[in-house]
């Protein structure tokens, strides 16, 4: 990323929770290697799909379960270690539809396909570089609540 950063060309970096495979791509990385999009640019054309019945089948975990890592979290905002966190839950999903399939026809603004490895979505952005400065934004899902409609904002 120095290298890329200190001459100036765009790249694209993804990162994995316990950071042992960070990837860097170039953003002219051929679309077999990686595809990505973002509202003002993007590595492919995104042809459109042809319309197939699609299946999904969710196996999300327990109530038992998870209300045992809920419990944890209140546990841990009452001892005062954190005042915001993002529990999730691990939800494995049986689809007919590729990887690639999922990508095009995803209406995230901002979203990444790694062949036949993930495919990744977000109406958010995470960091942002414009004119050399870096910006980070909150956690996905939060929003102050001082912005004018935030309710419905958070909720759409």
């Known amino acids: 990323m120095n290298r890329l950063g200190s001459r100036g060309e765009p790249f694209v970096f993804l990162l994995d929770f316990l950071m042992e495979k960070p990837l860097i791509f170039s953003v002219d ?54 005042y915001l966190l993002n529990f999730t839950q691990p939800t494995p999903v049986k689809t007919n539809l590729s990887l690639e399939e999922i990508f095009q026809i995803s209406r995230a603004p901002y979203k990444i396909l790694l062949p036949n490895k993930f495919v990744c979505f977000s109406p958010e952005p995470f960091v942002k570089i414009e004119d050399g400065q870096i910006s980070s934004f909150p956690m996905k899902g939060t929003i102050d609540a001082g912005t004018e409609n935030a309710e419905e904002l958070i909720l759409s």
Not at 32 to 56: D, F, N
Request: charged share 25%; hydrophobic share 25%; proline share 7%.
């Open 29 to 82: 990385t051929p679309p077999e290697k990686l595809q990505w999009q973002t509202p003002k640019k993007c590595s492919i054309q995104t042809s459109a799909i042809k319309h197939k019945l699609t299946h999904w089948k969710t196996f999300p975990v327990s109530f038992t379960e998870y209300k045992k890592g809920f419990d944890l979290v209140q546990q841990h905002i009452r001892s005062g270690d954190t």
